[in-house]
Protein backbone atom coordinates (compact mmCIF):
# COMPACT_ATOMS: atom_id res chain seq x y z
CA UNK A 1 0.00 0.00 0.00
CA UNK A 2 0.80 3.83 -0.86
CA UNK A 3 -0.18 6.59 0.87
CA UNK A 4 -1.53 9.46 -1.42
CA UNK A 5 -1.52 12.86 -0.29
CA UNK A 6 -4.65 15.43 -2.02
CA UNK A 7 -3.93 19.13 -0.64
CA UNK A 8 -6.52 21.81 -0.13
CA UNK A 9 -8.03 22.74 -3.93
CA UNK A 10 -7.04 19.63 -5.72
CA UNK A 11 -8.94 16.54 -6.77
CA UNK A 12 -7.05 13.57 -7.89
CA UNK A 13 -8.26 10.63 -10.44
CA UNK A 14 -7.55 7.06 -9.65
CA UNK A 15 -6.52 4.92 -12.91
CA UNK A 16 -5.32 1.33 -12.74
CA UNK A 17 -3.88 -0.37 -15.45
CA UNK A 18 -4.72 3.40 -17.77
CA UNK A 19 -8.53 2.26 -16.56
CA UNK A 20 -10.17 5.06 -14.48
CA UNK A 21 -11.60 3.75 -11.08
CA UNK A 22 -12.82 6.69 -8.80
CA UNK A 23 -12.11 10.50 -7.52
CA UNK A 24 -10.65 11.28 -4.27
CA UNK A 25 -10.75 14.80 -2.55
CA UNK A 26 -8.80 16.81 -0.46
CA UNK A 27 -7.25 13.89 2.59
CA UNK A 28 -5.06 11.28 2.58
CA UNK A 29 -5.76 8.11 1.17
CA UNK A 30 -3.91 4.48 0.97
CA UNK A 31 -3.68 3.02 -2.77
CA UNK A 32 -2.16 -0.34 -4.27
CA UNK A 33 0.96 0.16 -5.71
CA UNK A 34 -0.74 -0.67 -8.91
CA UNK A 35 -3.16 2.17 -9.02
CA UNK A 36 -1.69 5.71 -10.09
CA UNK A 37 -3.21 9.39 -8.93
CA UNK A 38 -3.83 12.17 -11.48
CA UNK A 39 -3.94 15.65 -9.47
CA UNK A 40 -6.11 18.69 -10.64
CA UNK A 41 -6.54 21.64 -9.16
CA UNK A 42 -9.73 22.98 -8.87
CA UNK A 43 -9.13 26.53 -9.88
CA UNK A 44 -8.46 25.39 -13.55
CA UNK A 45 -10.90 23.84 -16.17
CA UNK A 46 -10.85 20.33 -15.99
CA UNK A 47 -8.53 18.66 -19.03
CA UNK A 48 -9.68 15.74 -19.10
CA UNK A 49 -7.36 12.41 -19.83
CA UNK A 50 -10.04 10.31 -21.22
CA UNK A 51 -12.93 10.40 -22.80
CA UNK A 52 -15.57 12.51 -21.15
CA UNK A 53 -18.10 10.22 -21.19
CA UNK A 54 -16.55 7.69 -19.10
CA UNK A 55 -15.82 9.97 -16.42
CA UNK A 56 -19.29 10.83 -16.22
CA UNK A 57 -20.16 7.62 -15.18
CA UNK A 58 -18.58 8.37 -11.95
CA UNK A 59 -21.72 10.26 -10.55
CA UNK A 60 -19.26 11.36 -7.51
CA UNK A 61 -17.36 13.05 -10.05
CA UNK A 62 -20.20 14.02 -12.14
CA UNK A 63 -21.08 16.18 -9.38
CA UNK A 64 -18.23 17.66 -8.79
CA UNK A 65 -17.79 18.94 -12.62
CA UNK A 66 -19.54 21.77 -14.27
CA UNK A 67 -20.16 21.14 -18.22
CA UNK A 68 -20.95 23.57 -20.36
CA UNK A 69 -21.83 22.42 -23.73
CA UNK A 70 -21.38 25.55 -26.76
CA UNK A 71 -23.04 24.54 -29.75
CA UNK A 72 -22.48 26.13 -33.32
CA UNK A 73 -23.04 29.86 -33.91
CA UNK A 74 -23.16 30.14 -30.01
CA UNK A 75 -21.22 32.13 -27.14
CA UNK A 76 -20.64 31.82 -23.48
CA UNK A 77 -19.23 34.91 -21.45
CA UNK A 78 -17.76 32.92 -18.38
CA UNK A 79 -18.05 34.93 -15.16
CA UNK A 80 -15.63 33.95 -12.15
CA UNK A 81 -16.77 35.25 -9.10
CA UNK A 82 -19.13 37.60 -10.43
CA UNK A 83 -16.46 39.08 -12.76
CA UNK A 84 -15.95 38.59 -16.17
CA UNK A 85 -13.42 35.95 -17.53
CA UNK A 86 -13.24 34.99 -21.32
CA UNK A 87 -16.14 33.66 -24.31
CA UNK A 88 -16.07 30.08 -24.46
CA UNK A 89 -16.97 29.33 -28.37
CA UNK A 90 -18.20 26.14 -29.95
CA UNK A 91 -17.49 22.96 -28.02
CA UNK A 92 -17.44 20.96 -24.69
CA UNK A 93 -15.78 22.50 -21.58
CA UNK A 94 -15.57 21.71 -18.38
CA UNK A 95 -15.09 23.22 -15.07
CA UNK A 96 -14.94 21.79 -11.16
CA UNK A 97 -17.02 23.14 -8.39
CA UNK A 98 -16.56 24.33 -5.12
CA UNK A 99 -13.58 26.27 -5.07
CA UNK A 100 -14.45 29.20 -7.73
CA UNK A 101 -18.32 30.43 -8.08
CA UNK A 102 -18.45 30.30 -11.89
CA UNK A 103 -21.65 32.06 -14.19
CA UNK A 104 -22.23 31.44 -17.68
CA UNK A 105 -24.48 33.24 -20.19
CA UNK A 106 -25.06 32.40 -23.56
CA UNK A 107 -26.02 33.85 -26.59
CA UNK A 108 -27.17 32.87 -29.40
CA UNK A 109 -25.46 34.48 -32.11
CA UNK A 110 -28.14 33.78 -35.05
CA UNK A 111 -29.82 36.97 -33.34
CA UNK A 112 -28.61 40.45 -34.12
CA UNK A 113 -29.89 42.47 -31.31
CA UNK A 114 -27.89 42.27 -27.63
CA UNK A 115 -30.91 41.28 -25.41
CA UNK A 116 -28.94 39.64 -22.99
CA UNK A 117 -28.01 40.97 -19.51
CA UNK A 118 -24.55 42.02 -20.19
CA UNK A 119 -22.71 45.20 -18.52
CA UNK A 120 -21.74 47.39 -21.74
CA UNK A 121 -18.90 47.78 -19.93
CA UNK A 122 -17.79 44.65 -21.15
CA UNK A 123 -18.17 44.97 -24.96
CA UNK A 124 -14.61 46.78 -25.23
CA UNK A 125 -13.17 43.69 -23.57
CA UNK A 126 -10.57 42.40 -25.72
CA UNK A 127 -12.26 38.72 -25.52
CA UNK A 128 -15.73 40.01 -26.69
CA UNK A 129 -15.12 42.55 -28.67
CA UNK A 130 -14.53 40.55 -31.40
CA UNK A 131 -17.93 39.19 -31.45
CA UNK A 132 -19.48 42.64 -31.46
CA UNK A 133 -20.70 44.98 -34.08
CA UNK A 134 -20.87 48.70 -32.83
CA UNK A 135 -22.28 52.09 -34.61
CA UNK A 136 -21.57 55.80 -33.51
CA UNK A 137 -24.69 58.44 -34.20
CA UNK A 138 -23.99 61.87 -33.48
CA UNK A 139 -25.85 64.24 -31.45
CA UNK A 140 -26.51 66.47 -34.80
CA UNK A 141 -27.20 62.93 -37.20
CA UNK A 142 -29.88 60.58 -37.60
CA UNK A 143 -29.97 57.01 -39.49
CA UNK A 144 -31.51 53.72 -40.67
CA UNK A 145 -30.21 50.81 -39.75
CA UNK A 146 -30.30 48.23 -43.02
CA UNK A 147 -29.94 44.59 -42.42
CA UNK A 148 -29.63 42.02 -45.26
CA UNK A 149 -30.12 45.03 -47.29
CA UNK A 150 -33.61 45.80 -45.48
CA UNK A 151 -34.51 48.32 -44.07
CA UNK A 152 -35.24 48.17 -40.39
CA UNK A 153 -35.46 51.23 -38.21
CA UNK A 154 -34.93 54.83 -37.82
CA UNK A 155 -31.64 55.33 -35.11
CA UNK A 156 -31.84 58.45 -33.50
CA UNK A 157 -28.20 59.56 -31.76
CA UNK A 158 -26.13 57.42 -29.64
CA UNK A 159 -24.03 54.01 -29.45
CA UNK A 160 -25.34 51.04 -30.88
CA UNK A 161 -23.98 47.28 -30.59
CA UNK A 162 -25.14 44.19 -32.55
CA UNK A 163 -23.61 40.81 -32.15
CA UNK A 164 -21.29 39.60 -35.23
CA UNK A 165 -22.51 37.17 -37.44
CA UNK A 166 -22.79 35.70 -40.97
CA UNK A 167 -25.80 38.25 -41.67
CA UNK A 168 -24.43 42.26 -43.36
CA UNK A 169 -25.27 45.19 -41.16
CA UNK A 170 -25.37 48.72 -42.40
CA UNK A 171 -26.30 51.99 -40.98
CA UNK A 172 -26.87 55.25 -43.34
CA UNK A 173 -26.37 58.33 -41.91
CA UNK A 174 -27.48 62.05 -42.23
CA UNK A 175 -26.42 65.29 -40.90
CA UNK A 176 -29.77 67.34 -39.72
CA UNK A 177 -27.74 70.67 -39.48
CA UNK A 178 -28.75 73.44 -41.69
CA UNK A 179 -26.24 72.79 -44.25
CA UNK A 180 -24.49 74.48 -47.23
CA UNK A 181 -24.53 73.63 -51.15
CA UNK A 182 -22.24 75.61 -53.03
CA UNK A 183 -22.53 75.74 -57.27
CA UNK A 184 -19.40 77.84 -58.19
CA UNK A 185 -18.10 78.75 -61.31
CA UNK A 186 -20.88 77.81 -63.47
CA UNK A 187 -21.17 78.61 -66.91
CA UNK A 188 -23.79 79.74 -68.45
CA UNK A 189 -25.08 82.08 -71.28
CA UNK A 190 -27.17 84.67 -71.19
CA UNK A 191 -30.13 85.38 -73.28
CA UNK A 192 -27.91 87.93 -75.34
CA UNK A 193 -25.31 84.95 -76.27
CA UNK A 194 -23.03 86.65 -73.21
CA UNK A 195 -21.15 83.83 -71.37
CA UNK A 196 -20.83 84.28 -67.36
CA UNK A 197 -20.17 82.73 -64.01
CA UNK A 198 -21.71 82.64 -61.46
CA UNK A 199 -20.95 81.27 -58.23
CA UNK A 200 -24.88 80.48 -56.35
CA UNK A 201 -25.51 78.56 -52.85
CA UNK A 202 -28.23 77.45 -51.43
CA UNK A 203 -29.10 76.72 -47.48
CA UNK A 204 -31.20 73.25 -46.91
CA UNK A 205 -31.77 70.73 -44.33
CA UNK A 206 -32.91 67.02 -44.45
CA UNK A 207 -36.23 66.68 -43.02
CA UNK A 208 -37.03 62.69 -44.11
CA UNK A 209 -34.01 60.68 -43.40
CA UNK A 210 -35.92 57.62 -44.90
CA UNK A 211 -37.17 59.47 -47.78
CA UNK A 212 -33.49 60.76 -48.39
CA UNK A 213 -31.39 57.63 -47.91
CA UNK A 214 -33.87 55.18 -48.75
CA UNK A 215 -35.73 55.88 -51.69
CA UNK A 216 -32.74 57.98 -53.07
CA UNK A 217 -29.48 57.93 -54.07
CA UNK A 218 -26.89 60.27 -53.40
CA UNK A 219 -29.59 62.95 -52.32
CA UNK A 220 -26.97 65.88 -52.49
CA UNK A 221 -25.82 65.40 -56.19
CA UNK A 222 -29.46 65.06 -56.82
CA UNK A 223 -29.75 68.61 -55.59
CA UNK A 224 -26.89 69.91 -56.77
CA UNK A 225 -28.48 68.85 -60.04
CA UNK A 226 -31.80 70.06 -59.70
CA UNK A 227 -30.68 73.58 -58.64
CA UNK A 228 -27.89 73.93 -61.23
CA UNK A 229 -30.37 73.05 -63.99
CA UNK A 230 -32.92 75.64 -62.77
CA UNK A 231 -30.36 78.32 -62.55
CA UNK A 232 -29.32 77.49 -65.68
CA UNK A 233 -32.82 77.85 -67.46
CA UNK A 234 -33.67 81.22 -65.83
CA UNK A 235 -30.46 82.65 -66.35
CA UNK A 236 -30.98 81.83 -70.58
CA UNK A 237 -33.95 83.72 -70.36
CA UNK A 238 -32.54 87.12 -69.23
CA UNK A 239 -30.15 89.61 -70.90
CA UNK A 240 -27.08 90.35 -68.90
CA UNK A 241 -27.92 93.81 -67.88
CA UNK A 242 -31.48 92.27 -66.77
CA UNK A 243 -29.64 89.50 -64.71
CA UNK A 244 -27.10 92.23 -63.03
CA UNK A 245 -30.36 93.79 -62.30
CA UNK A 246 -32.20 91.17 -61.08
CA UNK A 247 -30.63 88.76 -59.34
CA UNK A 248 -32.30 88.31 -56.21
CA UNK A 249 -35.49 88.14 -58.25
CA UNK A 250 -33.78 85.03 -60.05
CA UNK A 251 -32.78 83.14 -56.94
CA UNK A 252 -36.44 83.73 -54.85
CA UNK A 253 -37.28 82.27 -58.72
CA UNK A 254 -34.88 79.02 -58.13
CA UNK A 255 -35.75 78.57 -54.69
CA UNK A 256 -39.85 78.78 -55.23
CA UNK A 257 -38.75 76.04 -58.37
CA UNK A 258 -36.85 73.91 -56.80
CA UNK A 259 -39.25 73.05 -53.65
CA UNK A 260 -40.94 70.48 -54.77
CA UNK A 261 -38.50 68.44 -56.21
CA UNK A 262 -36.56 68.71 -52.90
CA UNK A 263 -39.76 67.53 -51.39
CA UNK A 264 -38.91 64.41 -52.86
CA UNK A 265 -35.40 63.93 -51.99
CA UNK A 266 -36.42 64.55 -48.29
CA UNK A 267 -34.93 67.75 -47.97
CA UNK A 268 -36.17 71.55 -47.41
CA UNK A 269 -34.48 74.19 -49.41
CA UNK A 270 -34.18 77.05 -46.90
CA UNK A 271 -33.10 80.14 -49.07
CA UNK A 272 -30.60 80.62 -52.27
CA UNK A 273 -28.99 83.30 -53.70
CA UNK A 274 -26.11 84.53 -56.52
CA UNK A 275 -23.02 85.24 -54.71
CA UNK A 276 -20.54 86.42 -57.69
CA UNK A 277 -21.11 86.82 -61.62
CA UNK A 278 -18.16 86.63 -63.14
CA UNK A 279 -17.29 88.16 -66.49
CA UNK A 280 -15.00 87.02 -68.77
CA UNK A 281 -12.08 89.08 -69.37
CA UNK A 282 -12.83 90.40 -72.87
CA UNK A 283 -16.29 91.15 -71.62
CA UNK A 284 -15.46 93.01 -68.67
CA UNK A 285 -12.89 95.51 -70.91
CA UNK A 286 -16.40 95.82 -72.70
CA UNK A 287 -18.64 96.54 -69.71
CA UNK A 288 -15.92 98.87 -67.98
CA UNK A 289 -15.32 100.92 -71.55
CA UNK A 290 -19.71 100.95 -71.66
CA UNK A 291 -19.10 102.35 -67.62
CA UNK A 292 -16.62 105.23 -68.36
CA UNK A 293 -18.60 106.19 -71.74
CA UNK A 294 -21.76 106.36 -69.47
CA UNK A 295 -20.01 108.27 -66.88
CA UNK A 296 -18.85 110.86 -69.39
CA UNK A 297 -22.07 111.32 -70.71
CA UNK A 298 -23.53 112.15 -67.67
CA UNK A 299 -20.55 114.48 -66.55
CA UNK A 300 -21.37 116.45 -70.01
CA UNK A 301 -25.02 116.82 -69.08
CA UNK A 302 -24.41 118.16 -65.62
CA UNK A 303 -21.66 121.33 -67.70
CA UNK A 304 -24.14 121.37 -69.65
CA UNK A 305 -26.71 122.47 -67.37
CA UNK A 306 -24.19 124.70 -65.45
CA UNK A 307 -23.41 126.41 -68.31
CA UNK A 308 -26.80 126.84 -69.69
CA UNK A 309 -27.17 127.97 -65.97
CA UNK A 310 -24.80 130.13 -66.03
CA UNK A 311 -26.03 132.02 -69.47
CA UNK A 312 -29.52 132.60 -68.01
CA UNK A 313 -27.85 133.85 -65.21
CA UNK A 314 -25.92 136.74 -67.69
CA UNK A 315 -29.22 137.23 -69.71
CA UNK A 316 -31.52 138.08 -67.13
CA UNK A 317 -28.54 140.49 -65.22
CA UNK A 318 -27.82 142.31 -68.81
CA UNK A 319 -31.69 142.56 -68.98
CA UNK A 320 -32.09 144.26 -65.99
CA UNK A 321 -29.12 146.54 -66.65
CA UNK A 322 -30.65 147.60 -70.12
CA UNK A 323 -33.74 148.84 -67.82
CA UNK A 324 -31.99 150.85 -65.21
CA UNK A 325 -28.58 152.91 -65.91
CA UNK A 326 -28.11 153.09 -62.53
CA UNK A 327 -27.92 149.26 -62.37
CA UNK A 328 -25.40 149.34 -65.62
CA UNK A 329 -23.20 152.56 -64.20
CA UNK A 330 -23.06 150.47 -61.04
CA UNK A 331 -21.46 147.55 -62.64
CA UNK A 332 -18.77 149.44 -64.60
CA UNK A 333 -17.76 150.91 -61.23
CA UNK A 334 -17.88 147.30 -60.06
CA UNK A 335 -15.07 146.45 -62.82
CA UNK A 336 -13.52 149.73 -62.30
CA UNK A 337 -12.69 148.88 -58.70
CA UNK A 338 -11.30 145.39 -59.83
CA UNK A 339 -8.90 146.69 -62.45
CA UNK A 340 -7.78 149.24 -59.74
CA UNK A 341 -6.81 146.78 -57.51
CA UNK A 342 -4.35 145.00 -59.96
CA UNK A 343 -2.62 149.14 -60.51
CA UNK A 344 0.46 149.86 -58.43
CA UNK A 345 -0.13 153.56 -59.34
CA UNK A 346 -1.60 156.46 -61.38
CA UNK A 347 -0.47 158.96 -63.68
CA UNK A 348 -2.89 161.72 -64.57
CA UNK A 349 -1.62 164.21 -68.32
CA UNK A 350 -2.70 167.97 -67.53
CA UNK A 351 -4.47 167.94 -70.98
CA UNK A 352 -7.36 170.17 -69.48
CA UNK A 353 -10.39 167.41 -69.74
CA UNK A 354 -9.41 164.83 -67.10
CA UNK A 355 -11.98 166.31 -64.61
CA UNK A 356 -14.72 166.56 -67.34
CA UNK A 357 -13.59 162.51 -67.89
CA UNK A 358 -14.22 161.57 -64.24
CA UNK A 359 -17.21 163.39 -64.20
CA UNK A 360 -18.39 161.75 -67.32
CA UNK A 361 -17.43 158.78 -66.16
CA UNK A 362 -19.69 159.18 -62.78
CA UNK A 363 -22.46 160.51 -63.81
CA UNK A 364 -25.65 158.26 -64.91
CA UNK A 365 -27.32 159.13 -68.01
CA UNK A 366 -30.69 159.80 -67.46
Known amino acids: MKRVRINSGFVGLVFKNNNYKRVITEGTHWLNFNKRVLNY ?16 KDSNLSSMLEVVEVKDNE ?20 FWKGLINYKFTTVDLNNIEITEDINKSLFNHASLKAYIRVFEVSAFEKAVLIIDDQYQKTLGAGTYYYWRNNQTIKIAKADLRQLQLEISGQELLTKDKA ?36 LRAYVGAYTLDELLEQK ?9 E ?10 TVLNTGIRDVILPGDMKEI ?20 ETASTRSLLNTAKLMEDNSMLFKLKEMEYVEKIAEKVGEITVGNHGNTLEQLKHMFTVNK
Open 195 to 230: TIRINFYAQYKVVNIETALMQNKEYEKQLYIALQLK
Open 248 to 256: ESISNAVLT
Open 75 to 94: IVLMYENNNFKTVLTAGRHV
Open 287 to 306: MNQVLVAQKKAQANVITRRE
Open 258 to 267: VTEQAKKLGV
Open 41 to 56: TMSHSFKTPITLEILL
